[in-house]
Each structure stands twice: as C-alpha cells, then as structure tokens.
C-alpha cells in the first residue's frame, strides 16, 4: 500500500471506481482506493440495479440520461472485455390515483423538454407490451424504452479495471478507522493497514458515508436504511419492461438471464446498517407481485438478500466538499438510485475535484441545502 | 488440441478463465466469484468451492489461509411465490 497519495477514495462501489477511473483518465497520478471489504461488497453488490430516466426533476432526469448514455457505451469507453449486459426493456409506471396520472403527465412534459422520450400510455396500449399483467385499479402508464438494467458486478469492475491500468492503486479488505485533520486540512488517512498521507478524500463510502464523516467531526444529513430483495429462479424470457409503482410501492424486473429480482420500501423503515433478510419482506412481496404479474406465481424464489439504502432528507445525493475540512469530498446519499447516477457520479466528482466547471451543474446538491432550506423534492421514489 | 480444466460445472468456467482474471489484477475469491458466476450456479459451489480457492492461491502464490474465503451459503430458498404468499408466519 502507497504511504502517500494525491487523494484517498474511501469505499470500491460503483461511485469511488467511476471516480477514480475519471481522476485518472484526467491525468491525476497516486489515487489510492480503500474498501473494507471487497469490489462491490456495499450497496452496489446487492442493488436491483435498475437505471431510469423517468424522473420528476430536472436535476434527475439530467443525470439519469447522461448516466444512460454512458453505460450504452461503457463496454468501449473503458475497453471492457466482457458484457456489462445493459439491456434496455423499458420501465413501465403504474399510475394508480388521479394524482399519480397528473404527477406523470407533469414528468412526461419536463422528460421530453430535455429529450428523454417518454409517454403516458394507456391500459390497451401497456396490454400490448406486457399482455399478461393484471391492470386492476390502474387508471395509466408511463413508459421509456430507454430505461433499463445493467450487470451491477461487471459495470463496477469495467471502472476497476481501466482504473488499475491507469494505476490507480485498489485496497480490499482494508477498513479506514480514522482521518487526521490539522488547522482545518486533511493530513491523512488511517487504516488498518497503515497510514497514508493525503490531502484530499473523498468519502464514496455508501451505508458508512455518515461514519466517515464523523472521523472529521462532521454529522452528515444521512440516514441509512435496510432494504430488502429477492430472486426467482430463471424461466424463458417473458417480461420485458420493469414494472414499478410509487404508491403502490414495488419493483419488479425480468433479468437478460431469465431470472425475476423485485423488492418494495418498508414503510417508515428505521435508521440501521443491519442486512439481515426478513421473512415478512419475502411473503409481501410475493403477494404484491403475483398481485400485478400473475404468472410469477408458478416462479420459485431462489435467494433473497438486503443491502443499504443512504437517504438524505430529500432523497437526492450529496455531491461537493464539506465547509471547514479542507480537501474533503462527498459522493453519498444516493438515496437508493446511486447505481444508476454511478456513471455520470464519476465524470461530475472528477471535475469538480480537479477545480473544473461540472458539465451539469452539481452546486445545488451540496451538502449546504439542507441548512439553506433549499431541498429539491423529487416526486417519483420507491 | 489443447486440453481445458474445468473448475465449475454449472457454469462451464476453466482452470486458464480463472488465471487470466488474476493476471488482470482479481485476486479476491468473491470478486472472481461475481466475475465468472463460478460457485454461483445450481450446485452452489458445493463441487467448484475448493477447487476454485486451490487455482486462486497457486496462482497467486498466496496461502489458502491468507485467501478471503466466502462464507459457504447454502442454496436457500426454493419456493413457489404462490406458497409464499399464502404462506404461513411459523414457516421459515
Ligand atoms: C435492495 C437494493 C436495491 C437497489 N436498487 C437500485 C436500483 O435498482 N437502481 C439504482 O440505481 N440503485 C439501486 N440501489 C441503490 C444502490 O445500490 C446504491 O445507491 C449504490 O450502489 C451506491 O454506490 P456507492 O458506490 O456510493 O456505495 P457502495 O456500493 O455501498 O460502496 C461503498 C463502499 O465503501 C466501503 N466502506 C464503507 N466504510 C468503509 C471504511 N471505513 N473503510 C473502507 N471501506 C469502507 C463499503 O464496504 C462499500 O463497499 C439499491 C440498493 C439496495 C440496497
């Protein structure tokens, strides 16, 4: 392990690799990444892996499509051997009230005002894409083609792998337990394995970005949450888009390999860094989805898992550096879509830590809005 | 023609698949294991498992006690949605 380093990316998911990638390919020399565990044993390891741009904020839906564009060339940009399996099946979007109908409709506009190609469809017109599903109490659809899912692993080890042939140096099981901080500036990093001189950080941390946070005496607006997942057994390809609904509160997605994953938030879930799999979680989903899909119900589950959510008071990430430790930056809070913003994540860090001008403004997701009052309320969340 | 060993069954990866990750800077088993889907498949690594930690330390010179095992999960579940949703809080 390097003693010194030109900075210290903390946590190898998919936002410190896709930074660290971008640094690199910047031309930075000595980045350094620490992860506890291994490459992708956070969030980004156990997420659905989902990537949509039917957002209801403008900020959203820009970093969504750019992200978007990014993974539909990933594979040649970062000259990845093998597939990142991208596959593009839509996102289907229940409307199940009056005010669902009107939200998207509103989403809709602003969507194709900054050319994401969506449209509200109805019953007859969703029957056609997914025939077999049952549409009771839905009053309409929204749809983009363009979204998607992509492999979790491969994508994050796409960014490892072009990040280490451009020398960045990548510490597994390695855990950082403390940060030195002198006259308001980072000195340096600790871990278990050694220390490492630096002047800047950035805390890619994902569940753990809060307790990185306090190692500099920080208490970050951050909230993590358990949430929990499952998968079927693969069977023949039979749904192509992802099926998603706000109020009813579920998602379900066909995988290119044949296999259903699908979860659903818990209501009013409590602070916890806990992964543990609930029975409870499994029985309700698979009452929702044989609710809306009914020929899941012949589908055996195979595995379920849970993994962290980061919430921040607006669900909207944290991008930027903290006021009074200097050289310390934050890429956190994803808020349960950090996989699919991982892409343009590491493009917009890596120029805001290098003093250049991010290609899509990323000043109003500083950690500052919270006390300015200034939250950016995204409508459409699960 | 040139003679393949296969370490996992399930999802036909070979001996040379395996050392080619490592020579590309994967020398964690779990990260391999994600790469590959090696131990992943139906079998749960119940017949790949060892052999796959074998290839990985002579490969990488390292001791198997110096290898970040994985943990050895058992193939959970394997339940129709239908039971489960009718399914019975005591069940587990
Ligand atoms: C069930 C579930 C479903 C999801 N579905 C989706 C989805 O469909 N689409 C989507 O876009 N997002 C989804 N997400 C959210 C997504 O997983 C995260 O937002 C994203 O993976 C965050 O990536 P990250 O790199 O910021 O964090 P992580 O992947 O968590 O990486 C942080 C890393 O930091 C390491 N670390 C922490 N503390 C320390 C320390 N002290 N020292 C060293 N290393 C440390 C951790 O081990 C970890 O590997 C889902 C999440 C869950 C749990």
């Known amino acids: ?382 | 023609m040139e003679e393949k060993t296969v370490v996992c069954r399930c999802e036909d990866i070979t001996v040379e698949e395996i050392e080619e990750l490592i020579d590309l800077g994967y020398d964690e088993i779990e990260e391999i294991k994600r790469i590959t889907r090696c131990s992943m498949g139906p079998c749960q690594g119940r017949t790949c498992r060892n052999l796959l930690i074998q290839v990985v330390a002579s490969k990488t010179g390292k001791k198997i006690d110096e290898l970040h095992i994985p943990t050895y999960r058992p193939p959970a579940k394997n339940i129709k949605m239908t039971a489960l949703a009718g399914g019975d809080e005591d069940e587990k």
Not at chain 1, 107 to 118: C, D, H, M, P
Not at chain 1, 121 to 135: G, H, R, W, Y
Not at chain 1, 159 to 181: D, F, H, P, Q, S
Not at chain 1, 353 to 382: A, K, Q, T, W
Request: aromatic residues 10%.
């Open chain 1, 1 to 382: 392990m390097k003693s010194s380093a030109e900075i210290v990316i903390i946590g190898a998911g998919i936002s410190g690799l896709a930074t660290a990638y971008n640094l690199a390919v910047r031309g930075m020399k000595d980045i350094v990444v620490i992860e506890k565990g291994y490459i992708t044993s956070g969030s980004t390891g156990r997420c659905g892996a989902g990537v949509r741009q039917q957002w209801g904020t403008e900020m959203n839906c820009r970093l969504s499509k750019a992200s978007c564009e990014i993974l539909e060339n990933l594979e040649e940009i970062l000259d990845y051997k093998r597939s990142i399996e991208f596959k593009q099946g839509g996102y289907l979007l229940f409307a199940t009230t009056e005010k669902e109908v009107e939200q998207f409709e509103k989403n809709v506009t602003l969507q194709n005002s900054l050319g994401i190609n969506s449209s509200m469809l109805s019953i007859d017109e969703a029957l056609e894409i997914v025939p077999d599903m049952n549409t009771e109490g839905v009053m309409a659809f929204a749809f983009h083609q363009k979204d998607g899912h992509a492999n979790p692993f491969h994508t994050t080890f796409a960014y490892a792998e072009a990040a280490r042939r451009l020398g960045v140096e990548i510490n597994t099981y390695t855990t950082v337990t403390g940060i030195k901080v002198e006259n308001g500036r980072i000195e340096s990093v600790i871990t278990d394995k050694g220390e490492i001189k630096t002047h800047r950080i950035l805390n890619a941390a994902g569940g753990f970005a809060k307790d990185i946070g306090r190692m500099v005496g920080v208490e970050l607006p951050l909230k993590p949450e358990r949430h929990e997942i499952l998968v079927t057994e693969p069977v023949e390809p039979i749904l192509g888009p992802m099926l998603m609904s706000f109020s009813w509160n579920f998602y379900i997605q066909q995988e290119p390999n044949g296999t259903f994953i699908m979860g659903y938030g818990e209501p009013n879930n409590p602070e916890s860094q806990k992964i543990d799999s609930s029975w409870h979680f499994a029985q309700e989903m698979a009452r929702k989805a044989i609710g809306v899909y009914p020929p899941l119900s012949r589908v055996r589950v195979v595995r379920q898992w849970a993994g962290l959510y980061m919430m921040t008071p607006d669900s909207q990430p944290i991008y930027g550096s903290i006021p009074g430790v200097d050289g310390f930056y934050i890429a956190a809070g994803f808020s349960g879509h950090g996989f699919m913003f991982g892409p343009i994540t590491g493009v917009l860090m890596a120029e805001y830590i290098l003093g250049e001008e991010p290609e899509i403004p990323i000043n109003m997701l500083d950690v500052g809005r919270f006390e300015r009052g200034e939250l950016i309320y995204e409508p459409s969340v699960v």
